[in-house]
């Protein structure tokens, strides 16, 4: 979906006919201290009130909300207030405002969190646009709640199999108000926990064109300073279980047995049939242990596939195993390592990790090694916090750790094409340091010319006498703070020397849109002089001084600099002095007594040994993007002498 670069100039500020109205169905239970924040949200969009309909349900609050919300309804002419006896849960309030609800699109806003001012514009806008029937704006956490998933991505239409929106099946997105009655949507009511998933549920697996807009964060979930948000409170968990295991039926019913539903079991075992094997299992006794393993048994055994398995994290994948094979002892020691304290450090052996869970190879237990297998979930952790020049050589330094196994060696790999040049790395208690000689950088030898990519490999190789198959990762360079790439002296091109080959231009650059480090050695991404100004002035009769000024990075003391005129035709050498000034600038001179008549451009000729690099200059005032050269007009004298000669004899 083709999104505006200039996303303010692009929300509307007064009255657009062609916008289409929403309703914001906002269900309030004693969240009056929230009240201001999340109804305020909607009063200050950007999107005109008169295309907004605002529904808050009070659902039998006791702290003063419903006389609250009817008070801002006199001063809010979009705002209808409806008040009903307590039902136990967001279901019943939302299932009211709907069936009030008249506009085009309905948005779900819990009385605890906010929009961002723009946020219906834009979600009415994505769904006009894709012909939606779902969109989902980005979400972020606060207040210590964090967000469901991370979309970072705008798109007119997503899969549900293969994108991150089935992870979120809450109700705060927007939805196109003749799709959800075409489908006679409506929540679950009288439950605190998971009354959407059924609505989200079918939602998602129902809808023709689900989008996402994520250009800028939508939704704000807040955590509750006094710890009430649904998902903390006391939970009948066998009862919430047995639910769950209509919703899951009610999944299955929809989408036939295979990859695709068992992607969508992968999320249903992280969210809801393993999420209550944590401190609410551990806050049980023994009995109490045991029937909440018996009420997510049939949960397991019906749905829980090799392949879903091996998708679960190990943490996960263990639990499911002891629940399947009636583990029970297994189960809650495993739960105890996450929740009590933290697993063992991880094994690594012949090339595999395995997480330090308890009884991992214990032959007196049933519990096979892939259940704690976390191979393919180790991933390299690595900053590069400072890159250097001194002299020739490129010092680099950063931190890396393999997550959760820690290292053992690293190497920087210099990349080109098939080719690769391995620089070790000194590497301690996490952090690392790197020196990339171009004189040596190939293996003992001389860097050839090229664009080379960075690439850090980090390799752990475990315990034991014996030696093992280690571990290793491999992720490119990326600078932390990639935005001082633009005027950072160590991106600016210079002179290296390269052994017994000839010395080279190498110029660090970042590749887009990623932002790797590289560096062209000899290439064209960067010429040196990039700053290279001067001026030239010429009397009338032929005198001219030209003085210029440059940055020249690494240029060797025995390097001449002499600046040459240059016409269509014709080459001329002048004689020059240079002048190196603090650090690497330089000021470069030269003066004319007399010189060859007509319009010359001015270069910098830097000859370095084998080295020779003809730079053009431009005028000092010119702007620092604009290519205009230097020009010097020398005027043609041979007419006055001849003529002065005369007056004189």
């Not at 790999?413 to 004189?439: E, N």
């Not at 001082?484 to 052994?499: K, M, Q």
């Not at 370095?608 to 020009?631: F, N, Q, W, Y």
């Amino acid at each position: 979906m083709p999104v505006s670069d200039d996303l303010a100039a692009a929300v509307p500020t007064g009255p657009d006919a062609a916008a289409p109205t929403v309703s914001v169905i906002m269900p309030v239970h004693n969240t009056r201290r929230y009240l201001d924040r999340s109804l305020g949200s909607v009063f200050a969009q950007t999107l005109d009130q008169r295309q907004i309909e605002v529904i808050a349900v009070d659902d039998g609050s006791t702290d003063g909300s419903a006389e609250w919300l009817f008070e801002q309804a006199r001063s809010h002419p979009n705002l209808t207030v409806l008040r009903q006896e307590a039902s136990g849960g967001a279901g019943r309030p939302r299932n009211a405002g709907l069936d009030l609800a008249t506009g085009d699109y309905v948005f779900f806003l819990d009385s605890d969190d906010r929009l961002d001012t723009e946020a219906l514009f834009w979600l009415t806008r994505t769904a006009q646009e894709s012909g939606s029937d779902v969109v989902y704006g980005r979400i972020a956490g606060a207040d210590g709640r964090g967000a469901p998933v991370d979309l970072r991505t705008t798109s007119a239409a997503v899969s549900v199999f293969d994108s991150p929106v089935y992870w979120s099946l809450a109700a705060y997105k927007l939805f196109r108000r003749a799709f959800l009655e075409q489908h006679r949507l409506r929540f679950v009511e009288g439950r605190l926990l998971a009354e959407d998933l059924p609505f989200g549920i079918t939602a998602l697996l129902r809808a023709e064109v689900v989008s996402v807009f994520a250009e800028r964060t939508c939704y704000y979930l807040h955590g509750r300073d006094d710890n009430s948000n649904a998902t903390r409170q006391d939970i009948d968990w066998c009862e919430y279980l047995a639910y769950i295991g209509t919703v899951l039926d009610q999944v299955a019913a929809e989408v036939p047995p295979g990859a695709d539903r068992d992607k969508l079991m992968v999320r249903h075992f992280h969210g809801e049939i393993l999420m209550p094997f944590g401190a609410p299992y551990l806050g049980r006794d023994g009995a109490g242990r045991r029937a909440m393993a018996a009420a997510a048994r049939p949960l397991v055994e019906r749905y829980l596939t090799d392949r879903v398995l091996a998708a679960l994290p190990p943490a996960l994948r263990l639990r499911a195993h002891c629940l399947r094979a009636g583990l029970d002892d297994e189960l809650t020691a495993v739960v105890r390592a996450d929740t009590g304290s933290r697993p063992g450090p991880p094994h690594l052996d012949d090339g595999r990790v395995y997480a330090g869970y308890p009884y991992f190879r214990d032959p007196q237990r049933a519990l096979p090694d892939a259940c704690y297998d976390l191979t393919d979930r180790v991933a390299l952790r690595q900053r590069l916090v400072h890159l250097h020049w001194v002299g020739g050589v490129l010092h680099l330094r950063g931190t890396a750790a393999l997550s959760p196994l820690g290292g053992d060696t690293v190497e920087i790999h210099l990349r080109r094409g098939g080719t690769t040049h391995r620089v070790p790395a000194r590497y301690q208690d996490g952090a690392w340091r790197a020196a990339v000689d171009p004189a040596t950088a190939a293996d003992g030898g001389p860097l050839p010319g090229g664009t080379w990519g960075f690439k850090i490999a980090l390799t752990a190789h475990g315990t034991g006498a014996a030696p093992r198959p280690a571990l290793r990762r491999e992720a490119w360079l990326v600078p932390e703070h990639p935005e001082d790439e633009t005027g950072h002296p160590d991106f600016a091109p210079r002179i290296v020397g390269r052994g017994t080959a000839a010395p080279a231009v190498a110029a660090l650059f970042l590749s887009r849109p990623h932002g790797h480090l590289n560096l062209d050695l000899d290439g064209t991404s960067r010429p040196l002089g990039a700053d290279l100004r001067g001026t030239a002035d010429c009397t009338r009769s032929g005198r001219a001084t030209l003085t210029t000024h440059l940055t020249l990075p690494g240029c060797p003391a025995d390097a001449e600099l002499q600046l040459i005129l240059r016409d269509a035709t014709r080459t001329v050498a002048l004689r020059t002095t240079a002048t190196r000034d603090a650090g690497d600038h330089y000021t470069v001179r030269s003066l004319l007594r007399t010189g060859p008549p007509g319009t010359w451009r001015v270069a910098l000729r830097v000859t370095a040994g084998p080295l020779r690099r003809e730079l053009p200059v431009h005028p000092a005032d010119a702007p620092p993007d604009a290519p205009i050269p230097l020009t010097l007009n020398v005027p043609d004298t041979s007419f006055r002498k001849r003529l002065a000669r005369r007056l004189r004899g």
